[in-house]
């Protein structure tokens, strides 16, 4: 049998937060772009996630009664990206007035400019271990 040792929570290597420019329109005191701290959730909280943003539907021609899961993708996304966000702290009361918004999820989207919210979105996804569609296109491409 083989050791099970690597496998022991204290002998796993932790999950690293990552610095990232998510835009260059926000800058320190030398005018260099101020990088945003992303973090790794992990299983249980990003299945959490999913279930806050699953709705149960009624089964289009089904018998009354019969519904199927849902879940909206865009508002799930919203939430990871919001729920890996360590820095700037987007719950901060100040910084959600400053922009007149409540709610992380409504801060960031109004902080980033479309592209930058699409690129920032796609960093999460990968620190978080999920491949994007190009990287599946990709692997295809090279079996």
Do not use: H
Request: glycine share 4%.
């Amino acid at each position: 049998m083989s050791n099970l040792s690597g496998f022991l929570a204290q002998n796993a290597l932790p999950v690293e937060n990552i610095k990232y420019v998510a835009s260059k329109r926000f800058l320190d005191d030398n005018k260099q772009p101020l990088e945003w701290e992303i973090k790794c959730i992990t299983s249980t909280e990003d299945e959490e996630l999913r279930k806050s943003c699953t709705r149960r539907i009624p089964l289009p021609g089904g018998r009354k009664g019969q519904y199927t899961q849902e879940t909206e993708y865009t508002t799930y996304i919203s939430k990871l990206a919001a729920n890996c966000t360590v820095f700037p702290n987007l719950n901060d009361a100040e910084l959600q007035d400053s922009y007149k918004v409540m709610g992380a999820e409504a801060l960031l989207k109004r902080m980033l400019s479309p592209g930058e919210y699409a690129d920032y979105v796609l960093k999460v996804q990968e620190i978080n271990g999920f491949q994007t569609l190009q990287e599946d296109i990709d692997e295809a491409k090279n079996l």
